[in-house]
């Protein structure tokens, strides 16, 4: 996996992964043949499509998704979220697609794979978002639950993934 240098300790690696690989295999998928996403479905399937102020995404309020059986999965930082989007990204576009097991540690017994689209809008929100937190990464609720030292690092990953994707 080409992120795999950043997956699984800060980016990849927390309980509000686990929910988005829960979204992403609430879809259909087809033996070896990925599964498309448009990052536009995702942002709006959390409540994200009127995210485009810095403030509304420091704090975590009200990001969730349903799944089909009604069930709501809460993400605990949004920053996280979207840390994992754009690392997801990233691998789509240097490998086409993304296998879930290789997102979740290989725990899960589906082999689904998915590739995830992102148009200019997305990117320049997500470009947006995580700029802000790579220069402000002690303003985000993540801080409330890592050592700053922890989040300086954490900064310093998705500068590294923003400069992989031209950002």
């Known amino acids: 996996m080409y992120i795999e240098r950043w997956w699984g300790e800060y980016?990849?690696?927390?309980?509000?992964?686990?929910?988005?690989?829960?979204y992403f295999v609430s879809r259909e998928f087809e033996l070896d043949i990925p599964a498309e996403i448009n990052v536009k479905n995702i942002l709006r399937d959390f409540q994200l499509t009127n995210a485009w102020e810095i403030k509304d995404l420091r704090q975590t309020k009200d990001i969730y998704f349903i799944n089909d059986n009604g069930h709501r999965h809460d993400i605990g930082c949004a920053i996280n979220l979207l840390m994992d989007v754009?690392?997801?990204?990233?691998?789509?576009?240097?490998?086409?697609?993304?296998?879930?097991t290789d997102l979740d540690g290989g725990i899960m017994d589906k082999d689904a794979v998915i590739s995830l689209k992102a148009?200019?809008?997305e990117l320049a929100l997500l470009k947006k978002m995580l700029g802000d937190f790579?220069?402000?990464p002690l303003s985000y609720d993540l801080a409330e639950l890592c050592p700053e030292d922890d989040?300086?690092?954490?900064?310093?990953?998705?500068k590294e993934i923003m400069t992989e994707l031209n950002m």
């Open 119 to 121: 148009e200019k809008e």
């Open 151 to 158: 989040m300086s690092e954490i900064a310093k990953q998705c």
């Open 86 to 100: 754009t690392a997801i990204i990233l691998e789509c576009q240097k490998n086409g697609k993304v296998h879930l």
């Open 11 to 22: 980016i990849g690696g927390t309980d509000d992964t686990y929910t988005l690989i829960d």
């Open 134 to 136: 790579i220069h402000h």
